[in-house]
């Protein structure tokens, strides 16, 4: 799924987290480690590289989409990947 840079949709920043959930913004080129990366700096999970191997062992880490999902804080390691391998919002 490809996503059309337009001024509109260009993030510079991470959105603010509305409602206990984090807006993680997933950018072309960006890599399953910077996904965990961005999701333990936020304070969504705890352990990145924890969630990063989990994803390699599903199979998921190479099919990330771009886009903007809603995560919400306080999920399992397992609901967060499953966020993720759902696929953004919009």
């Known amino acids: 799924q490809e996503i ?3 001024p509109e949709n260009i993030q510079t920043e991470e959105p603010v987290a509305e409602n206990g959930t984090y807006r993680l913004v997933i950018n072309k080129g960006d890599v399953c480690r910077v996904v965990c990366e961005k999701l333990e700096e936020n304070g969504v ?3 990145a590289e924890a969630l990063r191997t989990h ?3 599903l199979g998921y880490a190479n099919n990330i989409s ?3 999902y809603d ?3 306080g ?3 397992e609901e967060v ?3 993720i391998v759902t696929g953004p919002i919009d």
């Open 45 to 47: 999970i705890d352990d």
């Open 66 to 68: 771009t886009g903007a």
């Open 75 to 77: 999920l399992t390691m």
């Open 81 to 83: 990947a499953q966020i």
């Open 55 to 57: 994803l390699f062992e």
């Open 4 to 6: 059309v840079q337009t």
């Open 71 to 73: 995560v919400p804080y």
